[in-house]
């Protein structure tokens, strides 16, 4: 098993990949892999294929556009605040567009006198949003926080933020054409696979890339054409 690792180029021969390199630190490592599957980015998987693919797809790949997401953790000095695990927020007038309590899953996500609220700060990568600041995002949120009725800025203990580059498929129009052309063309590789959210393009939730990744260990086990897949 590899970890800790960058994947560096796939080399493609007669529509099959025949090598993977990888990078961990300064070492290169290749392997002969009989199957490929990928989760990263399109974008990436495209940038990494050996010899360059056709200039329409890398035309296509780049054309596949996607929100930021900035995720504020606030840890609150109480057992409970919400009655759900998640609320939306529509309005234009909340800076976040989702709050979520973690400990409405589990019972074991938080001690018993504390919990933790996700909220969920949607935007473009390197805007005026995504540049602020931990203490910048998190007065805006509070303040949002407060007038929506669910905590109180003095019963916040800490706060820390996660800030992700492409998260949320934008589903403009015309992305289908462009998606199929690159999707097309990972199908023409007979041993490579790009499943999940973001190998797929596709806005998705964890249970079903799960389901996703179930049914193709099936097809490979299998021994199941590509095709079928």
Known sequence: ???????????????????????NRNEETKIHPEHVISTIHLIDLISLIKPTPPKEV????????????????????????????????PEKEYVFTRVAEQKNFSQNIAPADKTVLTAEVGCEFEDETYTLSDKEIYEKAIKDLEKAGITK?????????????????????????????????????????????????NYNNTDHSMDMANKLAEQIISNKPKNDW
């Open 1 to 23: 098993m590899y970890t800790e690792t960058l994947p560096a180029s796939i080399e493609i021969k007669e529509s099959k990949i025949v090598s993977l390199t990888f990078r």
């Open 58 to 89: 890398i035309e296509a790949v780049k054309n596949l556009k996607y929100r930021s997401l900035i995720i504020l953790y606030v840890i609150i000095n109480k057992p409970k605040v919400l009655e759900d695990q998640w609320i939306f927020f």
């Open 153 to 201: 800025k003095e019963e916040v203990e800490e706060y820390f933020t996660i800030k992700i580059n492409r998260c949320y498929p934008v589903y403009e129009i015309g992305y289908k054409e462009h998606l199929a052309k690159v999707l097309d063309y990972i199908d023409s590789i007979q041993n490579l696979y790009s499943i999940g959210r973001q190998g797929m393009f």
